[in-house]
Structure formats: structure tokens, C-alpha cells
């Protein structure tokens, strides 16, 4: 479990609003959740939903990191060693929330998804490592260094322990990001049963 790395900071279940507010800031323009919900209105009504429902989750397994106090970035982890069951209660509730403001036909979407990314991740990493589920910084800080900032003291813990990280992206413009910090494409393509380009990415361990 990650408690703190670095100077990143562990946030608590009262946060949760605030945080997932800045990543559905960030996720404005994300090609995945313009599939999942085409309409603007709709999107603008359910993402605050879905992204506090991941920072719940993230939370409670312990491993949502965030910048500072203010918010002005954050990311999730899965590590590999997560207490799968940890917040369950609340994520299923969560889950009848969403469904009750989405409907069975976008939730669908969502589901089939979410399954086609974890079968080509299985695929292409069939061994442990960690996993970036998200990460997000608010439009207004952007371009000032937070990005790295929560990526970089990961990556070097990362390395310390010769552990690979895995991540989907879906956005072109991302991959030289991730790139700048030795992930390498693994595969390019179109995520399968959508209309959305993914691209998966490996930063492997040190030899």
C-alpha cells in the first residue's frame, strides 16, 4: 500500500469531491469518455460521478496520490498486491448510482470497454507489475511540471525495486509525455467493440 512517496501526498475520503472535480476537469477532452458519453450534457451530469467513485476506490486501496494539498494533479495506481475487496460496499453503491443517471446502454459501453483493455493488458503483461489507471492535472496548472512531479518519485521507486509499469493512453499528443519518461508502445490500435485509438505502453524494469 502506498501511504506516501516522496513529496506526494495521500488524500482522505473527505477529499474525494474536490479531487475528482480536477480530474474531470482533465478528462474534458478524452476520447474514451467522448465515446462513453457522446452527449456533452450528459457526460458533464455523470463524470463527476465516475471520477469520484475512482477516487473513492483509489483512496481506500491506498493508492491515490496527489500533488499537494491543492489539488493541482493526481494519479491512481494499481501495485500488483492491492486488497482487491477494499472498499467494495462502497463501490457497488457507487455503481447503482451511476447506473440509476446512466442507463444499462451507456454503462454497456463502459463495461465492454473496460473489459477489452484489461484482456490486451493481460496479454501484453502476463507478469507482475504496476499499473496506472489515471492520471490527471487541472487545466489551470498544466504545463508547470505536475504531470512529472507525480510521475517521476514512482517511477524511481519503480526502479529501485525493478518493477515495470503498464498504462493505456488515448490521447497521441500523451505518448511523448510518456516517452520522456522510458515507457515504450507496446501496441497501437483501435480499443475493440469502439471507435477510440489506444495506445498501450510499457516502461520496463531495469536490467
Known amino acids: 500500500m502506498i501511504v506516501r512517496i516522496g513529496a506526494l501526498l495521500h488524500p482522505g475520503l473527505q477529499e474525494a469531491d474536490r479531487i475528482g472535480g480536477v480530474i474531470s476537469a482533465a478528462m474534458k477532452d478524452d476520447p474514451l469518455h467522448h465515446y462513453f458519453f457522446p452527449d456533452e450534457q450528459e457526460r458533464a451530469r455523470i463524470e463527476p460521478v465516475l471520477f469520484r467513485l475512482i477516487v473513492e476506490y483509489g483512496i481506500l486501496q491506498g493508492n491515490l496520490l496527489v500533488t499537494s494539498a491543492e489539488y493541482e494533479g493526481a494519479a491512481y ?21 451511476l447506473l440509476r443517471r446512466t442507463g444499462l446502454r451507456t454503462l454497456s459501453r463502459m463495461a465492454n470497454a473496460g473489459r477489452a483493455a484489461f484482456r490486451l493488458r493481460r496479454q501484453l503483461v502476463p507478469y507482475p507489475h504496476w499499473y496506472l489507471g489515471l492520471l490527471a492535472v487541472d487545466p489551470r496548472h498544466q504545463g508547470k511540471g ?16 525493478r518493477m515495470p509499469c503498464y498504462l493505456e493512453t488515448h490521447k497521441k499528443e500523451n505518448v511523448t509525455l510518456y516517452e520522456h519518461f522510458g515507457f515504450r508502445v507496446l501496441e497501437e490500435l483501435e480499443l475493440p467493440g469502439t471507435r477510440v485509438r489506444q495506445w498501450c505502453l510499457l516502461k520496463s524494469a531495469p536490467e
Open 146 to 161: 505536475y504531470a512529472s512531479a507525480l510521475l517521476r518519485p514512482v517511477l524511481e521507486k519503480l526502479a529501485g525495486e
Open 77 to 97: 495506481w494499481e501495485t500488483g498486491h492491492d486488497k482487491r475487496l477494499a472498499g467494495v460496499t462502497r463501490v457497488l453503491w457507487g455503481g447503482l448510482q
